[in-house]
């Protein structure tokens, strides 16, 4: 398998501030990434570092297996998408995608022209004069026609509307499914991303604490509710994630998968559960990660 991206003690600090912190990964090719983690956790500066838009202070990274500094070979296969996308005064749309024709090989532009159609683009209003959800859907536009074998979206909807956001996920898996190359998407609706990704990372405080297919962690963990007493029984030496009591009610998420004797034992208790989704296993998990340390969550 090759690896597009290879990240080994990676890290970045800004003065005091270590804003990744010794962070190692693969990412592999023809994949959809989902990078995710809390409010400064680290990410958007992880995929500046994957850009060459910021230098490393340590560690090793190759991208397509160079350096990628001021390197064109590396840097002419990635395409950015970020959440705010400066363009000249001037551009119109038409501008943008004519600009982005001469920087993607793969770029199709019978494709864009679509996917214009499909967001409701007016292709040759001037970009300062879009509404914020038009922008960011130009920004989509460019991400998915570039075809670029490693396509990075950094929160690419900022006032983009439900509907625009499910045309992004089928426009995206459709052509992905004929066209595969490695996605790397980085947002916080989880939720609503997580039947399109492949392989979670996720990034807490700097540091990286979960790297896993996305397909295993959809069954990492599940809650049990009951009787506070057959909670406190059923969840005795696993690895509870979380706990809640009202009155003599309780739930716990627990991380692992049930055996079936684990499952008898919950039924005998009266026990209740259900599977835990990828946005409230990632929720816990930074939750216990930052509570760990100590610190103050809100
Ligand atoms: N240029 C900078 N100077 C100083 N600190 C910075 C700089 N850029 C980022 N940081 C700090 O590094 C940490 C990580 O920031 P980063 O933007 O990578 O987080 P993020 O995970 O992308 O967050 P968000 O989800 O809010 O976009 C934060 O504490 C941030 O304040």
Partial sequence: MTNVVEVKGLTKSYGKVTAVDDVSFKIEANKIYGLLGRNGAGKTTIMHMISAQQFATSGELKVFGEEPFENSKVLNQICFIKESQKYPDTFRIIDVLEVAKTLFTNWDDAYAHALIQDFRLPIKRRIKKLSRGMLSSVGIVVGLASRAPLTIFDEPYLGLDAVARVLFYD????????????????????????????????????????????DALRGRA???SGLKSAVDAFTRG?????????GSAATA???GNLSVQDRKYAEELGLEFATVSIQQLIVNLTRTQTASKGADFQ
Avoid at 238 to 246: G, H
Wanted: charged residues 30%.
């Fill in 238 to 246: 696993k690895e509870v994630l979380e706990r809640t009591a009202i």
């Fill in 171 to 214: 426009r995206l898996l459709e052509d992905y499914a004929e066209h595969p190359r490695t996605v790397i998407l980085s947002t916080h609706l989880i939720d609503e991303v997580s039947r399109l990704l492949e392989h979670v990372l996720v990034i807490d405080n700097g540091k990286l604490i979960l790297n896993e297919d996305a």
């Fill in 253 to 255: 998420t627990i991380m």
């Fill in 222 to 224: 599940c809650t049990v």
